[in-house]
């Protein structure tokens, strides 16, 4: 089992930067997928980045902005924001990928104001 726990969200003005932390505990070794979806309401879940085999995948709506680091640690990894806009206004969730199972953390509000 594992389990991931997200912070770092918040308010922030357009143009500026947040980032978030996802704290990952548990069976930690058999992770070898991991990343970032994001979500508004009335909306499905859409990725963010998410990272496997040493290759990441950016949505492209973030692609240049935003940036995950901290992946070979496992343990931690990150979410860079930079340059928000109001259309990045989500709750954000990591994600990791044993092999066997999808695990989710409980969502961190992010809220871009104009």
């Known amino acids: 089992q594992v389990q991931l726990v997200e912070s770092g969200g918040g308010l922030v003005q357009a143009g500026g930067s947040l980032r978030l932390s996802c704290a990952a505990s548990?069976?930690?070794?058999?992770?070898?997928?991991m990343g970032w979806y994001r979500q508004t309401p009335g909306k499905q879940r859409e990725l963010v980045a998410v990272?496997?085999?040493?290759?990441?995948n950016y949505a492209d709506s973030v692609k240049g902005r935003f940036a995950i680091s901290g992946i070979n640690a496992k343990n931690t990894f990150y979410l860079q924001m930079n340059s928000l806009k109001p259309e990045d206004t989500a709750v954000y969730f990591c994600?990791?990928?044993?092999?066997?199972?999808?695990?989710w953390g409980q969502g961190t509000q992010v809220t871009v104001s104009s």
């Open positions: 548990g069976s930690i070794f058999s992770i070898n997928r």
């Open positions: 994600y990791a990928y044993s092999g066997l199972s999808d695990y």
């Open positions: 990272t496997s085999a040493g290759y990441t």
